[in-house]
């Protein structure tokens, strides 16, 4: 294997949590930060994977769990109800991706001129990635509630905004 998995941590069953690291490790990571393909790689694989996480899913707000996280990547579950929103935010130094895999989220972030604001609504089996320092908002557009798998290199210390 090429990345680490000794210091892996996850808020799943121990069972699940290898599970998820065989599948990464058919992915044939590298050690370090990912690149964009891979976190979109990464995101895609574990959101096709519905029986990783299906049965994690409630229709709580306070539905948020860490499937995995290792010194390069983190990867989280997020559940999302009416109205559930999450404000402005970035990811500071990391690069990030989302997939959603039940209902629909609405996101919107700064164009290229960072002025502009940009709409985009996300459905089941759709994605949307985004380089360091993107700054966005997202939240519940439809589904009951609506999940998404999202996927984050090198592993979030802190949203900074």
């Given at each position: 294997m090429s990345y680490n998995t000794?210091?892996?941590?996850?808020?799943?069953?121990?069972?699940?949590?290898e599970e998820i690291s065989r599948v990464l490790e058919n992915l044939g990571l590298t050690r370090g930060p990912l690149s964009h393909d891979d976190i979109v790689r990464?995101?895609?694989?574990?959101?096709?994977?519905?029986?990783?996480?299906?049965?994690?899913?409630?229709?709580?707000?306070?539905?948020?769990?860490l499937l995995f996280r290792n010194s390069s990547f983190e990867v989280k579950l997020l559940t999302w109800v009416r109205g559930q929103t999450w404000d402005w935010h970035d990811y500071g130094a990391s690069s990030g991706a989302f997939a959603v895999t039940s209902g629909v989220l609405l996101e919107r972030h700064r164009g290229d001129d960072c002025v502009a604001?940009?709409?985009?609504?996300?459905?089941?089996?759709?994605f949307g990635a985004f380089g360091p320092q993107y700054e966005h908002h997202i939240k519940h557009g439809a589904g009951s509630p609506a999940v998404s798998i999202h996927?984050?290199?090198?592993p979030l210390s802190e949203p900074t905004v």
């Open positions: 000794v210091h892996v941590e996850s808020e799943v069953p121990q069972v699940r949590t990464v995101t895609l694989a574990i959101a096709t994977r519905t029986d990783l996480y299906q049965d994690l899913v409630t229709g709580d707000e306070a539905s948020r769990w604001l940009v709409s985009g609504n996300f459905g089941v089996g759709q996927v984050y290199s090198p």
